[in-house]
């Protein structure tokens, strides 16, 4: 995989047929919307298969998805238009061009969030619960969804020789760094890490399938602070443009915040198991 990724030159459409134009930033959401389906169909079988909640979630499962998707694209792209304002002030007919990509996973965690938040709300699910549902195949989401910045050339990190270091055409590339040819592949070291993020979460759900009512939400502070940690990091190698506060990139700031409230989650639930 490393030579490959140093020698390949990706590029952002899969195919043109006709008027209809293909692009790998759609393909690779697409793929993360159905795998969601699958995943979270076959957990609910396992978490109290003959409880009428799950049941009843399970059969809206598709509906349910597909609008937290669209509430959580709607939030994602109203985020990242907000960080790039002074841009799309200029050119305001690119805000619905989500084929160059453009979303943001803070903007899309707070549209989905409060979609779910409604959804929950409606039909009187525990809300935690259902974050905690959702937390596993999240990070799975995420980590597919990053190979569609990869093939847009966008997102990545500083210059590199290392022998994973990705070729970023010349125009994809900021005017500080022209003169260089390889950079960080940061979709790749934050794929990896949700990869990871996913299977220890995943692994955890299913071995508490039936977890009691006070457990409610430790899977996805989990999420949110492990999800945000990566963040971080990745954040300290990116050099795409974006608003600075006290010296630090905005979004290592926001993502400062989700792991506090994290940490704050794990912690408080914790202390409520003790008592």
Not at 43 to 54: F, G, V
Not at 139 to 166: C, D, H, K, S
């Amino acid at each position: 995989m490393l030579s490959f990724l140093h020698t390949f030159h990706p590029y952002p459409i899969i195919a043109t047929i006709g008027p209809i134009t293909l692009y790998w930033y759609g393909f690779f959401y697409l793929v993360g919307i159905i795998l969601t389906i699958f995943i979270l169909q076959k957990t609910l079988k396992k978490l109290e298969p003959n409880n009428e909640t799950t049941k009843k979630l399970n059969d809206q499962l598709p509906n349910v998805i597909f609008w937290t998707v669209v509430f959580g694209l709607i939030g994602a792209r109203v985020y990242y238009v907000f960080l790039e304002l002074p841009y799309y002030l200029l050119n305001p007919i690119k805000i619905l061009n989500l084929n160059e990509g453009g979303l943001a996973i803070h903007g899309g965690l707070i549209g989905g969030g409060l979609f779910l938040w409604q959804y929950a709300k409606k039909n009187n699910y525990s809300l935690l619960w259902l974050f905690d549902l959702f937390a596993p195949v999240l990070l799975l989401a995420q980590a597919i969804g990053r190979w569609g910045n990869y093939f847009n050339q966008e997102l990545f990190g500083r210059p590199t020789n290392l022998p994973w270091g990705i070729p970023i055409s010349f125009e994809h590339r900021p005017e500080l760094y022209l003169n260089y040819t390889y950079f960080h592949p940061t979709f790749l070291y934050e794929s990896l890490w949700d990869i990871v993020g996913f299977v220890i979460l995943f692994n955890w759900q299913n071995k508490n399938a039936k977890n009691k009512p006070s457990n409610n939400g430790l899977i996805f502070f989990t999420y949110l602070a492990y999800m945000a940690l990566g963040r971080i990091l990745v954040e300290f190698l990116r050099i795409d443009p974006t608003p600075l506060f006290w010296g630090l990139r905005f979004l290592t700031i926001t993502s400062i915040l989700i792991l506090l409230i994290g940490l704050v989650g794990i912690t408080t639930l914790l202390c409520q198991r003790r008592v």
